[in-house]
């Protein structure tokens, strides 16, 4: 049995028929000419990319960040003349990811 395909004409009817494969272009009820649309169409639009929150982050950027916020931190206990107790932010990623893993993971904030 010949497949369904879709039609589309230049009006913008779109009509379901069922024919051979080499039938690309069929008249619509309009009167125009109406052509075969691709099967492949819906699978194109329907690729969802990785929230960005759930996204795989570089090691060396997080090094990095580290380098940078243990800077400023050492940069502002030598200017109060003691030391600040900072956030582990190891311990905190560990957590955040351990949340994503189970999919308990809430809406990142500004991103919903
Ligand atoms: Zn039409």
């Not at 492949?40 to 795989?56: A, D, L, W």
């Not at 950027?61 to 200017?79: C, G």
């Amino acid at each position: 049995m010949a497949p369904v395909y879709d039609y589309l004409c230049s009006e913008g009817h779109s009509t379901e028929s069922r024919q051979g494969y080499g039938v690309i272009a069929i008249p619509c009820q309009c009167g125009s000419e109406a052509s075969r649309q691709s099967v492949y169409r819906q699978i194109q639009v329907g690729v969802v990319p990785t929230p960005r929150h759930e996204q795989r982050h570089s090691l060396k950027l997080f090094q990095e960040a580290s380098q940078e916020r243990d800077y400023a931190y050492s940069k502002i206990e030598r200017e109060v003349g003691h030391s600040i107790e900072a956030p582990n932010l190891y311990r905190q990623g560990v957590a955040r990811s351990k949340v994503i893993k189970a999919g308990k993971a809430p809406p990142v904030k500004g991103t919903a």
